[in-house]
């Protein structure tokens, strides 16, 4: 298996591009011979029935599941370095009553410094400066187990993007999100990608929103089925074959 930075195939532009990627968990194909390019500022959404392999895909392209194949990147001035991978978890549970703040878990994650000491103030302009990006600066106070799903995803969106990273990974970034919050986070994400170039590679179960919001939609049972721009893919038979439904509706 191979991680490495790329030279070649896409000019001056970025990418990650994967071949012939297989994985095998206790003699059983999880995954078997997908192929796919994400062009830098695309967003690809990953789609597919439980168990159809969309999670291992992602942890092949994390370093956190062996496979076979190739995962290249390449990248304007980066053709020496792995590709910086930003990366949001399905959602976590947190406990309501747990005193945490957000400015607590971001120190936990981004300082040596103990959290309990509290914040320096460049450290918390830091802080809001990043939570800016994804409109939560006014989150910077609140325990993290009383924020609402829309909330906490803009939490672990803005611990994603600093720093700034080559491909953004999000793993059903819209579960427990209500469709005025899933509105708002789809286009928060759209801007970002737009303003910084950035790759998004994230699977979902929404498909509502797909044909606004994504580039390609890729349709994954154990390989790739079908891969294509949302119409293509939401009005195909291998869809409704997967899904018992056809342009993403019951």
């Known amino acids: 298996m191979k991680l490495f930075s790329h030279g070649g195939g896409c000019g001056d532009s970025c990418c990650l591009r994967v071949q012939n990627l297989s994985v095998c968990i206790g003699g059983d194909n999880i995954l078997k011979d997908v192929n796919l390019h ?28 062996e496979y076979d194949g190739i995962i ?6 980066e053709r020496s370095r792995k590709p910086r991978i930003g990366y949001v978890p399905q959602s ?3 406990d309501p009553s747990d005193p945490i703040s957000v400015a607590d878990l971001f120190a936990c994650c981004q300082s040596r410094r103990p959290a309990f000491l509290g914040l320096s103030k460049a450290a918390r302009k830091d802080i809001l400066e990043t939570l800016d990006m994804v409109h939560g600066a006014d989150l910077i106070d609140k325990r993290v187990g009383t924020l609402s799903g829309g909330e906490l995803q803009r939490v672990l969106l803005a611990l994603a993007l600093e720093p700034m990273p080559n491909i953004l990974i999000l793993d059903e970034p819209l579960s427990g999100v209500d469709v005025e919050g899933m509105q708002s986070l789809m286009d928060m994400l759209d801007e970002i ?58």
């Open 193 to 250: 990608r737009k303003t910084c170039d950035l790759s998004i590679l994230m699977t979902t179960h929404d498909f509502s929103m797909l044909p606004r919001y994504a580039d390609q939609v890729v349709l994954i049972d154990h390989g790739i089925k079908i891969k294509g721009s949302p119409e293509t893919v939401l009005n195909s038979e291998e869809f409704r074959t997967a899904f018992h439904m056809k342009g993403g509706k019951a």
């Open 38 to 65: 994400v062009h830098c500022g695309e967003m690809v959404a990953l789609i597919g029935p439980n168990g159809a392999g969309k999670s291992t895909f992602l942890k092949a392209i994390l370093g956190q599941r």
């Open 72 to 77: 290249a990147f390449s990248a304007p001035g």
């Open 92 to 94: 976590p549970a947190f």
